[in-house]
């Protein structure tokens, strides 16, 4: 089979850093998650860069995934035919590892990424893949015409936007859609520091424009916060199927980091 050449701009590129993550942690004796996906998709693509996909060691954004696939589940039993919109999906395969057989869901992200993802994923009567910017409202109506309620997820996407941009696409996302639940990763200053000190040494083109913002400060969008936590601290429900060695190392990873790399869930509140 021709291998699928990766044409994607400085940004969108970053998907290939998650994908490789989560096709890693599959292969594992005692992975914390399995991507059905990630690792024939890998395998798929010609030639990826390898400073974006070697990586080494134990990848937080594979943790912070299954985190985010629990907050997901969690929807999913509350609302059970509701629809999730993954924003800045990527080669992301959440709907495969979450899906209860009822949820709707839509798959969206810029022309170049989606063009990628139809290689290996198909549109089907609840699952759609939907070319768009999160910074503009073009899609709303598509959400609109989905079963509500609704959960947003942006995971890994927000924190390479302008600021500006963000808070005021969320702002138009939280008018549109009360009573949501959205989800979303920050960072501590330090973090984004270290972050981009290691894009300069070359470990990767895109540059975070920020640190995704302390959740709290949210609120003026329209966002209350109804869960925010590091990744060092998981919910229950994942914490007790960790493999025994993340059992033992989060708590002390806890101490020593324990803003460094969050994530929030939120409801959105038609009270501003
Ligand atoms: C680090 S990747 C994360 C991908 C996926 N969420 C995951 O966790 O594997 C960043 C993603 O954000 C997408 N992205 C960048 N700018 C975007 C925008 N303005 N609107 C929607 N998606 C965007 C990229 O195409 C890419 O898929």
Redesign the pocket.
């Known amino acids: 089979m021709d291998r699928i050449p990766v044409e994607?701009?400085t940004?969108?590129e970053?998907?290939l850093?998650?994908?490789a993550g989560r096709a890693r942690e599959s292969v594992k004796r005692k992975p914390i998650l399995v991507d059905p996906k990630a690792a024939d998709i890998m395998a798929a693509l010609d030639n990826p860069s390898k400073k974006l996909t070697r990586g080494a060691g134990p990848d937080p954004?594979v943790l912070r995934?299954a985190i985010v696939d629990t907050w997901v589940r969690e929807f999913l039993a509350a609302h059970p035919d509701g629809t999730v919109v993954?924003?800045?999906?990527?080669?992301?395969a959440r709907f495969d590892r979450v899906d209860n057989g009822h949820v709707h869901w839509l798959d969206?992200?810029?022309p170049d990424?989606i063009a990628l993802r139809r290689h290996f994923f198909t549109d089907t009567e609840r699952r759609r893949m939907l070319v768009?910017?999160?910074?503009d409202d073009s899609w709303y109506d598509t959400v609109s015409a989905q079963p509500g309620p609704y959960c947003f997820v942006a995971?890994?996407?927000l924190v390479?936007?302008p600021e500006a941009d963000v808070r005021r696409a969320l702002d138009n996302l939280a008018a549109r859609f009360p009573h949501a639940t959205v989800i979303l990763d920050y960072y501590s200053p330090g973090m984004l520091r270290f972050q981009n000190r290691a894009a300069d040494k070359g470990a990767m083109d895109a540059r975070w424009a920020w640190t995704g913002g302390e959740p709290e400060s949210f609120a003026a969008q329209g966002l209350r916060v109804t869960d925010a936590r590091s990744i060092t601290d998981p919910p229950p429900a994942l914490r007790s199927t960790l493999p025994r060695s993340y059992r033992l190392a989060l708590p002390v990873l806890h101490r020593v980091l324990p803003k460094g790399f969050g994530l929030a869930k939120f409801h959105t509140d038609r009270a501003r």
């Open positions: 994607l701009g940004i969108q970053t998907l850093i998650t994908l954004s995934t993954e924003i800045g999906t990527g080669l992301n969206l992200d810029l990424t768009a910017s999160v910074l995971e890994g996407v390479y936007l």
